[in-house]
Nanobody, 127 residues
């Protein structure tokens, strides 16, 4: 069972940048498709970005497209979320998720498709 630990959250002004990291405990990190989700106060959890096992295919939600970039370093068992041009509406707890997957092609955008979750890291964007 993989354990996920997010880091890199914090308070930033509108227009600023943050890079979130998610470190996985499983040495077979390349067996997992990865994703980032977020949940703002009073709202449902929503998809942010996803990446396949190799890192060659990614997908981002329309709300963050062009501003956020997901990537992974399989040698470090870590997935990243680079967030630029942050807006107050990006304020949320950000969660990393993993799905052990036999496919090397697919990424996943629904939260029920993921098996493992981190505890989250808070991102706050001030106006």
């Amino acid at each position: 069972q993989v354990q996920l630990v997010e880091s890199g959250g914090g308070l930033v002004q509108t227009g600023g940048s943050l890079r979130l990291s998610c470190a996985a405990s499983d040495v077979t990190f390349t067996a997992y498709a990865m994703g980032w989700f977020r949940q703002a106060p009073g709202k449902e959890r929503e998809f942010v970005a996803a990446i396949n096992r190799s890192g060659g295919r990614t997908y981002s939600a329309d709300s963050v497209k062009g501003r956020f970039t997901i990537s992974r370093d399989n040698a470090k068992s870590t997935v990243y979320l680079q967030m630029n041009s942050l807006k107050p509406e990006d304020t949320a707890v950000y969660y990393c998720a993993a799905r052990r997957d036999y496919s090397t092609t697919f990424y996943y955008i629904a939260d029920h498709e993921y098996n493992y979750w981190g505890r989250g890291t808070q991102v706050s964007v001030s106006s």
